[in-house]
């Protein structure tokens, strides 16, 4: 079956009445989740599962979908409005989102990261639909030695990040490095860093830092510097896009909907290295007049890109999970337990003994991401108008939700202790100017990049030559190197001429 | 009951339970008046996990065979470390049980600071359900037809061949390293964040082996991306009919399956145990139970408490063994 015949089928089942009626409720249930700190899409359809045993498996699996794209709308919101980011895909959005929720700008903050998730959600599910298996085929030839040098290219966006001294910069990024190393050591199986607490032994949770350095560190930094007496109510702004607004909006869309896209098929992608890349890519495009908002009032284009990125990457996971049967996340892993429990066991056969399910499913996406942009727009003004509470009550709320949010990860007090050391380390780096920012990139890519460094090594026996011989590190290699010296060599070559 | 029998050895301990359990162990344990308010049990792994998607098929019988509420808590971290030793410390009351796989007892040696012994700290219910063992899948390039030419080709390349390890003491793990202590073999673990990882090496032909689910495998290798060598299980599965097992192909003794099991703090009263057991031993006959544990490449069990308690034993033995001959080999 082809694709448009498989389409046709699929949207013939999925505009049922009881289909579309799964579909909404998803979709609700999704934004929902997706607001709320600490329950993320995994966790809910891991307890919707049970409906398994009763409802039919079209109806589920359109249910589940409609969580999956929900919570993918949903989670920017917190990154906007509080500087919370609920996962790792919308850590980037914060950099940019909370700065201009900031300045007054948080309508066209929500507006843009919601139409730009409409645009990379539809990019996206027209890939699971037509470019599925070739993507996940070209996806395969990616192994450790070029996963570790895509993490060499997303280290140089490090740079965008790293502010006005780069020794300050720097000491960030190696506290993130110190950080990605606690944990079982993947290779000896050695704790390190754990200092004999079980529950360091998966390492820190990436969110959490990201949210003890954003939003507890400023909220104890606000408490600390604050004078009394000066209370000023935030401007709600203007809600929608404007012109201007729009036009340097498109370009990030499709910029870090393709760019996403592929990260999420790739098995050991994430959602996090794209939402980097289309962030360093923006703000090396931008003009001059919008690189200067970069940082201080917060750039539009910053909240754009990364968040297209982050959302065509989570529909990109569904790939190999319906062509491989490889689920390369939490929710992927506890949708193909879904399958399972259908007694179907997705694979490289799964488009050919399941045709009615996959396309109604793949359908059902599109049906859901349209239900979401019109769920989700009008909801801007409400979420927008939370900025109007006096900053002591609002501060006190965000450290609330942080609070509820990071115990609701694993139900843990250790990782309250942490949340609020590590706050208060962000308070200091904030008092004494050092970017936050970094730490979490340095958090995120180190362990990946060590990781798939070894795994190389380990492969090739020792052989480091494994990094430049195989073609795809190389050109990957050469593209970091461009990307770091390109722009000096550019501006010394300038200068002469 | 349970003091009584503590010198008791343990042939006739087993024995004289059985009798007692016909007496009317459920008549004793209602004397107590257990239970009297909702049960919890604790999941030391995320919900969708495999252990969490089983007990969540079960707890609705054990439920209406108990009367009381069962309630599920998802305490992950450490490979199942966190929320074991967080049982293992509660009281034995009988209102905190705690259902998990096989890990139980082969992440502990792994590790220095397990927290718990998973022998000694626990009273040992039942083993609810397994699974049909993991398959030893390769890539179609390497020329190996079976398990013999494997190993011929792992003597001949020794410490060459790669294999993807999930995690110390994971269901990828564990019979790997038992292939290479039976056999005398030296293979190469690759260590992965997780089996989707590992996997898409193997289908690549970055590396050589996988013990990996069988149901994960299975489309792989009726498509010819994969080949099956070896089941580790007792029986063959009827998902994989042409693969025979590890003992078929001349390893008399292997067995590795994935397993489930349920405990209750140590000092539990016998009455309680037995209790449980018979509500699982009837939750896994059900019709609809076995249906779900059928799609999911399972079967019920519901192995006695004592059989339980010394089949446990015997596994911690074997992985605490498999830790040791690791820990002697050279880091790469």
């Given at each position: 079956m082809d694709a448009i015949a498989g389409l046709s089928l699929g949207f013939s089942h999925a505009l049922t009445l009881t289909n579309l009626g799964w579909a909404l409720l998803g979709c609700f249930l999704g934004t929902a989740v997706g607001v709320l700190p600490g329950i993320g899409p995994a966790l809910t359809i891991a307890l919707l599962l049970p409906i398994t045993f009763q409802v039919p498996a079209t109806g589920a699996f359109i249910l589940f979908c409609g969580v999956f794209y929900g919570a993918m709308y949903g989670g920017s919101t917190t990154s906007i409005l509080?500087?919370?980011?609920?996962e790792s895909g919308s850590i980037i959005t914060a950099l940019e989102g909370a700065k201009m929720a900031r300045s007054g700008r948080a309508g066209p903050a929500l507006a843009t990261a919601a139409i730009g998730s409409f645009v990379a959600g539809t990019i996206g599910t027209l890939g699971i639909s037509f470019l599925g298996p070739v993507v996940v085929d070209v996806a395969l030839m990616l192994g450790p030695a070029e996963y570790c040098a895509l993490m060499v290219l997303c280290f140089v966006t490090v740079s965008a990040v790293l502010g006005g001294s780069a020794l300050r910069g720097l000491t960030s990024l190696f506290l993130g490095l110190v950080l990605g190393l606690v944990g079982i050591d993947l290779q000896t199986g050695q704790p390190r860093l754990t200092f004999g607490i079980p529950e360091l032994l998966d390492g820190v949770n990436v969110v959490l830092v990201a949210v003890a350095l954003f939003a507890v560190g400023e909220t104890l930094h606000l408490a600390w510097r604050h004078v009394e007496g000066r209370q000023e109510v935030r401007q709600v702004g203007r809600l929608m896009l404007s012109r201007a607004d729009l036009r340097r909006s498109v370009g990030p869309w499709f910029r870090g909907s393709l760019l996403g896209f592929p990260f999420g098929v790739m098995p050991a992608g994430g959602t996090e290295m794209p939402t980097m890349l289309s962030y360093y890519a923006e703000r090396k495009l931008a003009s001059p007049e919008a690189q200067k908002e970069f940082g201080t009032t917060g750039a539009i284009e910053g909240v754009a890109g990364p968040e297209a990125a982050n959302n065509a990457a989570a529909a990109g996971i569904l790939v190999p999970m319906l062509t491989?049967?490889?689920?390369?996340s939490a929710t992927a892993a506890i949708m193909l337990s879904a399958f399972q429990s259908y007694g179907i066991n997705p694979g490289p056969l799964l488009f050919e003994q399941q045709a009615d399910l996959v396309w109604t499913l793949i359908a059902s996406l599109y049906v859901a991401n349209l239900m979401l942009v019109v769920l989700n727009l009008p909801l801007v003004g409400l979420w927008a108008r939370?900025?109007?509470?006096?900053q002591p009550q609002l501060y006190a709320g965000i450290l609330v939700f942080a609070t509820i949010g990071t115990y609701g990860i694993s139900n843990s007090v250790t990782d309250l202790v942490l949340l609020y050391g590590i706050g208060l380390v962000g308070m200091l780096m904030r008092r004494f100017d050092f970017p936050t920012a970094p730490v979490v990139i340095g958090m995120i890519l180190g362990p990946m990049a060590e990781q798939a460094m070894r795994q190389a090594l380990t492969i090739s026996q020792g052989d480091w030559t494994v990094f430049v011989t195989r073609p795809g590190s190389l050109a990957i290699l050469l593209l970091a190197l461009a990307a770091l010296a390109g722009p000096r060599l550019y501006a010394a070559w300038a200068r002469r001429g | 009951m349970a003091q009584v029998l503590a010198g008791v050895p343990r042939g006739m301990r087993r024995r004289g339970l059985l009798g007692l359990a016909a007496l009317g162990g459920t008549a004793q344990a209602q004397g107590a008046g257990w239970p009297t308010r909702p049960i919890r049990v604790v999941v030391?792994?995320?919900?969708?996990g495999p252990p969490d998607l089983i007990l969540r098929v079960i707890a609705p019988r054990l439920q209406s065979l108990l009367g009381q509420p069962i309630l599920t808590e998802n305490r992950a971290g450490g490979g199942g470390l966190v929320g074991t030793a967080y049982v293992a410390r509660l009281p034995a009351d009988g209102y905190t049980w705690l259902f998990t796989t096989a890990s139980h007892v082969n992440i502990p040696p792994f590790n220095d600071n397990a927290g718990y012994d998973p022998v000694r700290d626990f009273a040992h219910v039942t083993l609810a359900a397994q699974n049909f063992g993991q398959a030893l899948v390769v890539h179609p390039a390497l020329p190996a037809q079976d398990l013999a030419g494997l190993l011929a080709l792992a003597r001949q390349r020794p410490g060459q061949l790669t294999y993807v390890n999930a995690g110390n003491g994971t269901a990828s793990h564990i019979p790997a390293e038992l292939l290479q202590a039976m056999t005398g073999t030296d293979l190469l673990s690759v260590p992965y964040r997780g089996v989707a990882e590992g996997m898409t090496d193997l289908l690549a032909g970055r590396v050589d082996l996988f013990f990996v689910g069988t149901q994960i495998a299975v489309q792989h290798v009726q498509e010819g991306r994969l080949r099956a060598l070896a089941l580790t299980g007792a029986r063959r599965w009827r998902g994989l009919p042409a693969v025979p097992t590890m003992a078929e192909q001349?390893?008399?003794?292997f067995e590795v399956v994935n397993w489930f099991g349920l405990w209750l703090p140590a000092g539990a009263p016998l009455g309680m145990v037995q209790q449980i057991h018979a509500a699982v031993a009837q939750a896994v006959e059900d019709p609809e139970v076995r249906r779900q544990f059928d799609a999911q490449g399972l079967e019920g069990v519901a192995m006695p408490p004592g059989r339980f308690a010394d089949f446990v034993a015997a596994q911690a033995r074997i992985a605490q063994d498999i830790a040791r001959r690791v820990g002697t080999k050279p880091v790469p």
């Open positions: 509080l500087n919370t980011p609920g491989l049967g490889l689920p390369t939370i900025l109007t509470v006096p | 030391p792994s995320p919900p969708g001349g390893l008399p003794g």
